[in-house]
């Protein structure tokens, strides 16, 4: 079992940059792929990164892509999201999740936080 925790959303300037952490329980955090997910009011959520067990694969949605790094801390049981350059149409909930078989794909998920509100104004 795992439990999610995110942080560090909040209202910033297009342009500007936020860093998400998502602190999880559970011991065996290291055997997870990590990934992280949005959703923007109306619409679907979306995949926006993920990294597998050892942080040494990555992958990001061409949305993101050269704007958003995906990274992990196992020690501390803590993934992130840094991401530069917001634009408003990375306004959005976003979500950590752990556990995926397929690291695009939200349903192969199996553990999910509660989501922390980015707001990016024009």
């Known amino acids: 079992q795992v439990q999610l925790v995110e942080s560090g959303g909040g209202l910033v300037q297009a342009g500007g940059s936020l860093r998400l952490s998502c602190a999880a329980s559970g011991r065996t955090f290291s055997n997870y792929v990590m990934g992280w997910f949005r959703q923007a009011p109306g619409k679907e959520r979306e995949f926006v990164a993920a990294i597998n067990w050892s942080g040494g694969s990555t992958y990001y949605a061409d949305s993101v892509k050269g704007r958003f790094t995906i990274s992990r801390d196992n020690a501390n049981n803590t993934v992130y999201l840094q991401m530069n350059s917001l634009k408003s149409d990375d306004t959005a909930v976003y979500y950590c999740?752990?556990?995926?078989?397929?690291?695009?794909?939200?349903?192969?998920?199996?553990?999910w936080g509660q989501g922390t509100q980015v707001t990016v104004s024009s």
């Open positions: 999740a752990a556990g995926g078989s397929r690291v695009d794909a939200g349903w192969s998920y199996a553990y």
